[in-house]
């Protein structure tokens, strides 16, 4: 491929090949559900968005506090419950250190971003947003900050803004500063979009709504598993994670919040834990985190997120990004050069994700294909119908990379998407 041709495609030009000292099979070693074959073919996971793989490490201390800890957390002062608080509480330490907040309490634990989201909807939201009040996302956002908001602004009378992006991919910032005004409540948008790949601005985004005293929500979905994260530098408001993207149990998450935020909102639920005093006539809340943990939480997804960020802090992360753009670039140089192919999502600053059509093959045609050949990739419209809207398909199909995946990988998969071209296209 011709720099110009790379340019074309939004490539830029870092994203020539990157020699990188990364032992991608030392790191797949770690990772068990790698060792096995569908429909007779070794796996080739691609579907690292949607759920990337646990490691063994992770696994084993799910299971050992199973096995040797399992007790309910913060109520008992017998030797399992103090075990498991002092696990559960131990794993919230560690998501401070690894998006580096000022404090614990600001770290909420929650099922994942969806939760968070909604959580940030109910608490903030419900009580600072009012009728004529305007919240903006963009025009690539997942549903899951989409959706709540639009409930929000229909229980308010509030209005939606969107900012929109041009067909690469990337958010047209003049229009986001145009959308910027006295009424805005809230900005909302995702670190790296789920659908295109795109890297927002975010210091760009967050520094221009701050100006106008405008909180902003960053739904970190994609950005915590790929890139590193420092909340205090980006200075964004709120911070959303699920652990399930980043080689995490799927129920484990985390709502960061500025403690001063946080403590000026509603709780999310109400219920046990979550309290100071409870009478008839009224309740006091418990302070941060409790006051937005509710109930039983699910304290082994919890503490296998604490293991997952243990074995994160383990590996090169710099190195491991710089091989996930490495796979990143090989996959969309092949990919691009298969006659009938049409890449979705093209921005200048992309992570692990490459999506794409097929003239004349439906995305879900493509992945049943690729299933037989032991790929697993996503078909659909991936929570995203606003971008499949703006490209004009109805889905695409989306190869997701993390560190675990390899060359020889990307290979079976072009060739996999080759025979669909061949037999279908």
């Known amino acids: 491929m011709t720099m110009a041709e790379m ?29 096995q074959t569908v429909n007779g073919k070794p796996l080739v996971y691609l579907d690292n968005a949607a759920s990337s793989q646990v490691p063994q490490v992770v696994i084993d201390r799910g299971s050992r506090y199973l096995q040797e800890e399992h007790s309910n957390i913060h109520r008992g ?40 989201i909604n959580l940030v909807m109910h608490g903030y939201g419900r009580k600072f947003v009012g009728e004529g009040d305007e919240i903006i996302i963009s025009e690539m956002e997942h549903h899951s900050n989409i959706v709540p908001w639009q409930m929000l602004c229909e229980e ?12 690469a991919g990337e958010l047209l910032l003049d229009e986001y500063d145009a959308l910027l005004n006295e009424r805005t409540k809230l900005v909302a948008v995702m ?23 405008v909180p902003v929500l960053i739904d970190g979905a994609q950005g915590a598993p790929h890139l590193k994260v420092d909340v205090q530098d980006l200075d964004c408001d709120f911070y959303i994670m699920s652990g399930h993207k980043m080689f995490a149990p799927t129920g484990s998450g985390v709502v960061y919040g500025k403690a001063e935020w946080l403590e000026r909102m509603n709780p999310f639920m109400g219920g046990g834990d979550m309290i100071r005093t ?20 699910a304290i082994a997804a919890q ?62 045609d493509v992945g049943t294909i690729l299933d037989y050949e ?37 290979d079976i998969f072009v060739r996999a998407v080759e025979q669909v071209v061949e037999v279908l296209g």
Not at 94 to 114: H, L, M, P, Q
Not at 278 to 297: S, W
Not at 305 to 330: N, S
Not at 383 to 410: D, G, I, L
């Open 191 to 213: 670190h790296i979009s789920n659908s295109l790949g795109t890297i927002n601005p975010l210091k760009e985004i967050i520094s221009r709504a701050h100006k106008m005293g």
């Open 303 to 364: 503490i296998g997120l604490g293991a997952a960020i243990d074995y994160l802090e383990g590996l090169d992360r710099e190195e491991a990004h710089r091989y996930e753009q490495e796979l990143l670039r090989y996959a969309t140089e092949k990919l691009s050069a298969i006659e009938s192919v049409r890449l979705i999502g093209t921005a200048r600053e992309k992570a692990s994700v490459l999506a794409f059509v097929i003239e004349g093959v439906h995305p879900h």
């Open 77 to 116: 002062v017998h030797y399992l419950s103090q075990r498991a608080t002092s696990a559960y509480d131990g794993a919230r330490e560690k998501v401070r250190r690894f998006i580096n907040a000022r404090e614990s309490k600001e770290c909420i634990f929650v099922r994942g971003c969806t939760e968070g």
């Open 156 to 167: 308010k009378g509030a209005r939606l803004r969107v900012i929109p992006m041009d067909d």
């Open 7 to 35: 340019l074309a495609l939004g490539m830029s030009k870092n994203e020539q090949p990157i020699e990188t000292s990364w032992d991608v099979e030392r790191v797949r070693a770690d990772f068990p559900v790698l060792r």
């Open 374 to 410: 032991g790929v697993a990739i996503r078909a659909g419209h991936h929570c995203a119908q606003p971008v499949m809207q703006h490209f004009k398909v109805p889905a695409t199909s989306r190869a997701s990379f993390a560190f675990y995946n390899t060359k020889e990988e990307v």
């Open 278 to 297: 409870v009478t008839f006539e009224k309740t006091t809340y418990a302070g941060l985190p409790n006051k937005f943990e509710a109930g039983t939480p």
